[in-house]
C-alpha cells in the first residue's frame, strides 16, 4: 500500500477493480465502509462477477476477465482528452515533460513496441530511454508541447481507446464506463482524492505488472498519489505476507530489497557501483544514493566480525547469480530433474501452483523434501495425486510446526505497518516454532561443517548469530538485534558529538553508515527497536489530526512513515492541495516541511525537489522503460483467450510473456475450449488449510463451480448436478452452481461466458475435492513471474450420474 487501511476513510473515491475486499479483507474493507457512511464516498466495484463488495458498492461494472487494462486506457484517455488532470501535479510532479529519444515507438498495427527481437521473445528496452544532456540529465519541456515528451505521446498512445474501443474488449456497455469514468475523473480536482485496491483480480494475469502501472499513469495523472485518500493500495494476502517480501522472501531480492550480487559484480565496488543510481533530474534526492550504507549494514548483519572492510565486508560470501530463481522456475528445475532436495515451510505449492500435473512430476523427481506444517497438506503427501503414487521416490520429511498464535513476533499488515504479536497458547505434542526449528538447523549445519568441512564452509561458519540461545533465538532477539540493527562502534554527528554508543540499538536508519560501524539486517525496518524499547508494540489509538494516521500504534516502514511520497500531498510551492486534507506543508520561516506525518523527503529539502525521491527522476513515471513489455501498458488478451486482440489483432497477446517450452502443447484454443474461466477465493475458506478445520469446512462441504444461468441452461445443467471443468492440461470434477452473478458479456458481437472455480478443495482435510489448478495454465507475467489464474479457457462436460 502507498498509503494504509485506515487511510482509505479520507477518500471520497474507493475504486475497487482486481480484488473482493469485502470477502478476503472484510476487516480493513471497513475503512472503505467508514468513507461512504461520514464523507459521501462513492464506491466503485469492477469484478468478473458480482461479489459482496459489489452489493455494497454505489456503482458495480461486471468486466470480461483479463481485459483490464483496455478500460484503464479508455479512462486515461477520457482524463486526458476531457482535461480533467491535476496539471500541476502533472507538470512538477510527473515525468511529464519529460523528452523521450526518438527510438522508442509503438506501431499500433503490429501491437510492438520498438526493439522487438522475436526470437528471444523479447525488447531492448534500451531504446526508450530519455534524452540526456552530457551530464546524464533528462531534456525537458516544461509546455509539455514538445512532440516527443512523455505528455504528449501518453495522449497519443491512449487516443486508441475510446469508449467504443472500452465496449468492444472488455463488453462493458459504452454508457456503464462513461458513468464510471466522470466520478472518476472528478477526483482530478485538487481538494479530491480517490484511493485505488487491488489484490490478485489484477496480478494473476500474463500482464499484471502492467495493469497496476495503468493505475498509476491514472492516479498520478489526477494527483491521487501522496495525498490522504488516494494512492495505490496492493491488498496484500496472508496476515504477514507483506513482512515476507519485505525480508526477501523471494530470491529476486536481498533483505530490504537490496538487489542480490550478479556475476559480472565481482567486488563490492562494482556493485555498489551498479546499483547506486545517479540523479536523472536537478530535482532529484534520489534516496537509492544511500545503497552502500544499507549493503554494508546487510553484510555486518549477515556476517558480523567476519565481514571487514580488507575483505570488502564478506561481499564474496554472497551467491551471484544471473538469473533470478522463482517460484516458476524452481518449479521447472525440479521437473527437469535438476533439484535434489526441497525445504518446504508454509506453503503448499502442490495446491497453490497452475498445472499441478507438472508440479506432482517435479516433486516426484526430488531425492527428499522437508514439509514445515501444521498439517499433512496435499504438499506433503503430494505423491497421492501421481499416476502411479508407488513408484515416487521422493521422501518426505514432515516437520509439525507451531501456528500463529502458539509463538511471538511481529506482523506486517498491508499498509507496511508492524504490529506485536504475543503468544496464546504453547503448541501441542512434538509441534515447534520456526525459531526453534532454524535454530537447532543451523547448528548442526554448522557443527557437520566443521567437522566434515565442505566445499564453501564459510558463510556457514562465520555467520553472525547473536542469540543467548543459539539453539533457540528468540523473536524479540531477531527483531532487536538482526533486523533492527545495532551500533558496532560510537556513532557521532557532524560535529562530533556521540548520538548513538557502541552496542546500542539504532534508532533509525538515517543512522546506517558504510564504514562498517552499524549492522542492519533490513533498512527499511530500521527504528522500529529503539533503545526506548519495540514501537511494534504500541497500540496508542490517539490520532491528533483527524487523518487516520495514529503515529503510535505499530510502526510503518519506513520510518513510521503512514503515506509514501506524502510531499506530493502539497503544491509545487509547498502548500496543502486540500484545506482539508492538510498531511504537510512548507514553513517558510523555518525553512522545513511539517504536518502530521513523517515527512517523505528530507525535512530541509526546499519544495523545488521532487516527491518521489526513490526514483532517479524524483518525479512519478507516466512512462516507464523499466518493465520487460512496453514503456506503456497496452492491452493484450489472456494468454488463452476466447476471441482475438481488437487492437491488433497480430500480437493478440502479450509478446514477452514468460512460458516453458514443456507447456506449449498445453495451451487450448476457443474451438475446443469456448468459455473463459477464472479462479477465485471464498471467505469461508483461507486456501487450502481451513479444510482441516472441521467447523470451517462444513460451511462448504461440496466443490462446486459457478456457471452462468443462460450457460446452464444451454447445455441442461442444473444445481447439484456433476460437471467436468476440462482444459488443456487437465480437468477437475465439480458440482455445479447456476448463478444469476456472471452474465453472458457481448464482447465484440461474441456472447462470452464466464465460468467461476473457487480455488479452495483438495485431498486432504475434512472435505474433499479436484485440486483447481489443475486446470489452470503455467503461464507467467515476465515482471512479477506471477501465473494467469485469473482468465484462461475451458470446457463444460456433463458427468453422467
Ligand atoms: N477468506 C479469505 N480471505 C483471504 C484469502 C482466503 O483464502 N480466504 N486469501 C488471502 C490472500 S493470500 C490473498 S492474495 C487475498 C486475495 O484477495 P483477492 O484478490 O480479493 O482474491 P480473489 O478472490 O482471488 O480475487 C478477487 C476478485 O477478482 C475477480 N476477478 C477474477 N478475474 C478478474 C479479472 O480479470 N479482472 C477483474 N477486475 N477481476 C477479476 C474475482 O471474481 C474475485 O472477486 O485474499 C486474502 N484473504
Ligand atoms: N488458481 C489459483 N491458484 C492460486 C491463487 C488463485 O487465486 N487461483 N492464489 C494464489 C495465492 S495469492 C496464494 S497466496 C497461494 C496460497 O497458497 P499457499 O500459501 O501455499 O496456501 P495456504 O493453504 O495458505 O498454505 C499455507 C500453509 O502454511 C501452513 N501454516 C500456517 N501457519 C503456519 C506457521 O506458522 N508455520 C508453518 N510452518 N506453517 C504454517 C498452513 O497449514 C498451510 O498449509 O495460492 C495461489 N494459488
Ligand atoms: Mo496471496
Not at 111 to 135: A, I, V
Request: charged share 25%; proline share 7%.
Amino acid at each position: 500500500m502507498t498509503n494504509s487501511w485506515e487511510d482509505i476513510k479520507n477518500a471520497d473515491v474507493v475504486f475497487v477493480m482486481g480484488g473482493n475486499p469485502a470477502e478476503n479483507h472484510p476487516c480493513g474493507f471497513k475503512w472503505a465502509i467508514k468513507a461512504r457512511q461520514e464523507r459521501g464516498a462513492k464506491i466503485i466495484c469492477v469484478d468478473v462477477r458480482y461479489t459482496r463488495t459489489a452489493a455494497v458498492s454505489d456503482i458495480f461494472v461486471q468486466i470480461r476477465p483479463g481485459s483490464d487494462i483496455a478500460f484503464m486506457g479508455g479512462l486515461i484517455n477520457y482524463v486526458l482528452q476531457n482535461k480533467k488532470y491535476n496539471e500541476e501535479y502533472v507538470r512538477h510532479f510527473t515525468n511529464a515533460t519529460y523528452i523521450v529519444k526518438d527510438t522508442y515507438n509503438f506501431d499500433p498495427e503490429t501491437g510492438l513496441f520498438s526493439g522487438y527481437d522475436p526470437e528471444k521473445r523479447r525488447y531492448d528496452t534500451k531504446l526508450w530511454d530519455y534524452e540526456r544532456d552530457e551530464k546524464g540529465m533528462v531534456k525537458k519541456d516544461m509546455t509539455m508541447e514538445h512532440p516527443r515528451c512523455v505528455f504528449q505521446l501518453l495522449k497519443q498512445f491512449y487516443s486508441r481507446y475510446t469508449p467504443e474501443v472500452v465496449e468492444k474488449i472488455t463488453g462493458v456497455p459504452k454508457e456503464k464506463f462513461l458513468e464510471v469514468a466522470k466520478i472518476i475523473a472528478e477526483t482530478g480536482a485538487p481538494d479530491k482524492s480517490m484511493t485505488h485496491l487491488y489484490a490478485l483480480g489484477w496480478t494473476h494475469h500474463s500482464w499484471g505488472t502492467q495493469v497496476i502501472g495503468s493505475m498509476a499513469i491514472l492516479q498520478l495523472l489526477l494527483g491521487n498519489i501522496g495525498v490522504p485518500g488516494g494512492g495505490i493500495n496492493a491488498l496484500r494476502g496472508h496476515s504477514n505476507v507483506q513482512g515476507v517480501t519485505d525480508l526477501a522472501g523471494e530470491g529476486r531480492f536481498l533483505h530490504g530489497y537490496l538487489r542480490p550480487p550478479k556475476p559480472e559484480q565481482q567486488t563490492l565496488k562494482d556493485y555498489i557501483e551498479a546499483n547506486t543510481p545517479k540523479p536523472w533530474d536537478e530535482g532529484s534526492m534520489n534516496y537509492w544514493s544511500n545503497y552502500s550504507k544499507f549493503i554494508v549494514s546487510l553484510l555486518k548483519a549477515y556476517y558480523g566480525d567476519a565481514a571487514t572492510p580488507e575483505n570488502d565486508f564478506a561481499y564474496h560470501f554472497l551467491p551471484k547469480q544471473d538469473k533470478v530463481i522463482a517460484w516458476d522456475e524452481a518449479i521447472d528445475r525440479m521437473y527437469r530433474g535438476k533439484m535434489e532436495g526441497l525445504v518446504s515451510l508454509g506453503v503448499n505449492i502442490l495446491a497453490n501452483t497452475p498445472n499441478v500435473n507438472k508440479t506432482v512430476e517435479a516433486l516426484s523427481k526430488l531425492k527428499w523434501m522437508v514439509v514445515v506444517e501444521l498439517f499433512e497438506t496435499e504438499m506433503a503427501s503430494f505423491w497421492k495425486q501421481a499416476k502411479n503414487p508407488e513408484a515416487v521416490k521422493t521422501e518426505v520429511l514432515l516437520l509439525p510446526s507451531a501456528l500463529f498464535a502458539e509463538k511471538e513476533g511481529t506482523k506486517t499488515n498491508s499498509g507496511r505497518r508492524l504490529s506485536w504479536q504475543y503468544k496464546a497458547v504453547d503448541p501441542p505434542g512434538d509441534a515447534k516454532s520456526e525459531y526453534w526449528i532454524a535454530g537447532r538447523l543451523y547448528m548442526k549445519l554448522k557443527e557437520l561443517y566443521q567437522k566434515e568441512g565442505g566445499k564453501f564452509p564459510d558463510p556457514i561458519l562465520k555467520a553472525r548469530w547473536p542469540y543467548k540461545n543459539p539453539y533457540e533465538p528468540t523473536a524479540d532477539e531477531v527483531l532487536a538485534l538482526e533486523i533492527n540493527g545495532v551500533a558496532l562502534a560510537d556513532l557521532t554527528d557532524d560535529k562530533g558529538n556521540v548520538v548513538v554508543k557502541k552496542g546500542e540499538r539504532l534508532p533509525s536508519f538515517t543512522m546506517l553508515r558504510d564504514d562498517g560501524t552499524t549492522a542492519c539486517g533490513m533498512w527499511l525496518y530500521c527504528g522500529v527497536y529503539p533503545q526506548s524499547g519495540n514501537r511494534a508494540k504500541n497500540t496508542d489509538l490517539s490520532d491528533p489530526s483527524g487523518l487516520g494516521i495514529y503515529p503510535n500504534f505499530g510502526f510503518s516502514w519506513p520510518a513510521n512513515r503512514r503515506i509514501l511520497y506524502n510531499r506530493a500531498s502539497a503544491d509545487p510551492t509547498g502548500k496543502p492541495w486540500s484545506p482539508k486534507k492538510k498531511l504537510l506543508w512548507w514553513d517558510e520561516k523555518e525553512g522545513k516541511w511539517v504536518g502530521h506525518d513523517v515527512p517523505d523527503i528530507k525535512p530541509d529539502l526546499p519544495p523545488e525537489y521532487g516527491p518521489f525521491i526513490m526514483l532517479p527522476e524524483g518525479r512519478g513515471r507516466l512512462y516507464n522503460f523499466f518493465l520487460a513489455d512496453g514503456p506503456f501498458p497496452e492491452h493484450y488478451e489472456p494468454y488463452e483467450s476466447p476471441v482475438q486482440n481488437v487492437l491488433h489483432p497480430k500480437t493478440s497477446t502479450n509478446p514477452v510473456v514468460k512460458i516453458y517450452k514443456s507447456e506449449l502443447d498445453l495451451l487450448g484454443t476457443p474451438d475446443k475450449f469456448p468459455y473463459c474461466a477464472t479462479t477465485y477465493r471464498l471467505t469461508e475458506h483461507f486456501h487450502f488449510w481451513t479444510k482441516h478445520v472441521y467447523g470451517a469446512s462444513v460451511l462448504f462441504q461440496k466443490i462446486f463451480v459457478e456457471i452462468p444461468e443462460e450457460l446452464a441452461k444451454e447445455l441442461g445443467i442444473k444445481e447439484g448436478d456433476k460437471v467436468r471443468i476440462v482444459t488443456a492440461r487437465g480437468s477437475a470434477e465439480a458440482y455445479a452452481l447456476p448463478t444469476k452473478r456472471i452474465k453472458p458479456l457481448i464482447v465484440n458481437g461474441k456472447k462470452v461466458y464466464t465460468v467461476g472455480i473457487p480455488i479452495h478443495w483438495g485431498f486432504e482435510g475434512f472435505v474433499k475435492g479436484a485440486l483447481a489448478n489443475l486446470a489452470t495454465p503455467y503461464v507467467w507475467d515476465p515482471n512479477s513471474q506471477t501465473p494467469e489464474f485469473k482468465g484462461f479457457l475451458c470446457n463444460i462436460e456433463k458427468v453422467k450420474a
